[in-house]
């Protein structure tokens, strides 16, 4: 069953006054929600935009003189109020003058499936991992394994001092930017 099935139902249990539902229903739409914001990052902030339309989604779940229909209404809905919201948080900050909104309302929205990885590229970013110098190599494997603990930490586990570990982890992502786009892998498009 995909993504989109179990949120609706989900949804569809939260309406009969489920919150443990709505918390899963939550769970699945976050990150799709977040990502169909990502446009509205620099103007507003993201996270009083989920909580807000999270809050209203609930008051429409348990409203019951209001309904949703049709495929992933619920999902479909949750991502207009979540644009609405970004827009009044703009609009409140003067933020819309800078924003061209009518190019914000043509683009997609998102849906709760995340994006498949793309074999290729992972198997590029390896290659490219691998082919490192050594030092800079244990550096930047330290931070992509545990980039929770403070540098420091990461530095004295890979025996560098502090200075040394920050300088390899730059040097380690230009090789690694340059390696990547010697493969035609182009950072620009992946990272927008």
Known sequence: MMTDDRADLA??????GDREAFAAW??????????????????????????????????LAIDPNR?????????????????????????????DRFVDLGVLDDLPEGRVEPDPPDPALGRA???????????????????????????????????????????NIVRARRLLRACLEKRGVRLAEILS
């Open 67 to 95: 309904t949703l229909a049709g495929d992933h209404a619920a999902l479909k809905f949750a991502h207009r109020v979540a644009r609405n919201v970004a827009q009044e948080e703009m609009r409140r900050y003067r933020q």
């Open 125 to 167: 970013i390896a290659d490219c991992l691998d082919r490192l110098p050594s030092q800079p190599r244990a550096a930047l494997s330290a931070r992509l394994h545990d980039g929770l603990r403070p540098d420091r930490e990461l530095a004295a586990r890979v025996r560098m001092k502090g200075n040394t570990f920050l300088q």
């Open 11 to 16: 949804f569809g249990r939260a309406r009969l």
């Open 26 to 59: 939550m769970g699945m739409v976050e990150i799709p929600l977040r990502r169909s914001l990502q446009r509205y990052a620099r103007a507003v902030d993201v996270e009083i935009v989920v909580q807000e339309t999270f809050l209203r989604m609930w008051l």
